[in-house]
Each structure stands twice: as structure tokens, then as C-alpha cells.
């Protein structure tokens, strides 16, 4: 069964801080690899992509750092702001039940930034 | 303009009712889904069409039906709810084959069932 794993369930920040988010995985086919960020009442949006064949990637105060040989990648979020609180969740692009292509996604990471 | 539009918002009902959920997407994308996230925040799929035509059906108990009239619109139509249905639905849909494939979700119905 496709699995992402994702770790920390909860975590809390000083603002100005570093957070970061874990995740890994097991199917070598996935071939994308997404954030979303998910504000309470709202729907998960994109926020950061990177491919398995790229190391890192940044965007802004986001980062994602990608180590394919140990299939784990991260998001860091640098210089954390109250605004930042949400939950997070990692996913994987692959096939799916019935071979579409599809999304699995980690159990998501409340993130929580104190002022 | 709303990218992804689901109704309703808010949905309390009782044991064994009927209910549907609507959801309509102005991107023009091929690809729309239905997702379940429960209490704990958890995402999963349950279903996926591509262009009317159902491509993923996950483990999910036939009382819940999808209906796609046309590739902009995704009904999901739930029979006999139980209290387990509680979560909150969010549809989302996507462009297959390019470079990204982003979902873009909408702002999700939460259902209860008592």
C-alpha cells in the first residue's frame, strides 16, 4: 500500500524561528512531490513543489529540501510568522487504485507559530 | 470567481437520511475528485473522474455515489448516513498530463450526522 509518512504530528514555534516538517516514502515511482498548507475552514492550497530529481527548492521563506537515495523529503520555513499557523501536509504523486494517477497524502503537521 | 465551488458549506443531519453535496470547478480542467478528511485532519481520496469518465475509486462504501453531468461538475450523493459519514468533503480538480498537476481544492462541506 502506498504510504508518505509525515512527522511531526503538532509542532510549535517561536516567531522568528525555524520549522520544519518531515516526510517520507517508500514507493520509488512517485514523480512529484507537493505541500499544501490548510488555514482552518479552508481547503489545503499549494504551496511548494519540488521533483525527485531537484535537491532543494526555495520559495521565499519556504523551503524544500529532497534526498532521493533515502526517500525523505522536508519543508523548512524560515524566519516562522503567526501567519504561518495552519496544518501542513506533505503528499506524493503515483498510481493509484485503479491506475489513475493520483495524490497520497501524509497526515498533515499542526503548526503552530507564538508570538 | 470561486475556482472550485462546493455546496453546501454546512450539512447537520440525521442517521439514515439522504444527502448530496455539489461541487463545480471554473478552471477547465479534465480532472475532478472527491476527498473525506476526518477529525484528525487525515486527506483521502475517494474518488476521481476524468472528463465524466470515473478513473479512481478507492475503498469506499457504495451508499456513497458519485455523479459527473459534465467535466465542470462533480455531485457526490451519500445513502443511509451513518455517524461515521461526519467529516468534512472537499472536492478538488486538477489538469492531467502536464507538467504540474496541482489540485486545487475548494473550501469543503462539513457534514454531520447525529
Not at chain 2, 472527491?34 to 451508499?63: A, C, G, H
Request: aromatic content about 10%; overall charge positive; glycine content about 8%.
Amino acid at each position: 500500500q502506498q504510504q508518505v509518512k509525515q512527522s511531526p504530528q503538532s509542532l510549535i514555534v517561536q516567531k522568528g524561528g525555524i520549522s520544519i516538517i518531515n516526510c517520507a516514502y517508500e514507493n520509488t515511482a512517485f514523480d512529484y512531490f507537493p505541500w499544501y498548507q490548510q488555514f482552518p475552514g479552508k481547503g489545503p492550497a499549494l504551496l511548494i513543489a519540488i521533483r525527485p530529481d531537484v535537491s532543494e527548492k526555495k520559495e521565499g521563506r519556504f523551503t524544500i529540501s529532497f534526498n532521493k537515495s533515502a526517500k525523505q523529503f522536508s519543508l523548512h520555513i524560515m524566519d516562522s510568522q503567526p501567519g504561518d499557523s495552519a496544518t501542513y501536509f506533505c503528499a506524493a504523486r503515483g498510481r493509484l487504485g485503479g491506475g489513475a494517477d493520483g495524490l497520497t497524502f501524509g497526515k498533515g503537521t499542526h503548526l503552530i507559530i507564538q508570538p | 470567481d470561486t475556482a472550485v465551488s462546493q455546496t453546501p458549506k454546512y450539512l447537520v443531519t440525521q442517521m439514515g437520511n439522504d444527502k448530496s453535496i455539489k461541487c463545480e470547478q471554473n478552471l477547465g480542467h479534465d480532472t475532478m475528485y472527491w476527498y473525506k478528511q476526518d477529525s484528525k485532519k487525515f486527506l483521502k481520496i475517494m474518488f476521481s473522474y476524468n472528463n465524466k469518465e470515473l478513473i479512481i475509486n478507492e475503498t469506499v462504501p457504495n451508499r456513497f455515489s458519485p455523479k459527473s453531468p459534465d467535466k465542470a461538475h462533480l455531485n457526490l450523493h451519500i445513502n443511509s448516513l451513518e455517524l461515521g459519514d461526519s467529516a468534512v468533503y472537499f472536492c478538488a480538480s486538477s489538469q492531467p498530463y502536464t507538467r504540474a498537476n496541482v489540485l486545487t481544492f475548494g473550501a469543503g462541506s462539513r457534514l454531520t450526522v447525529l
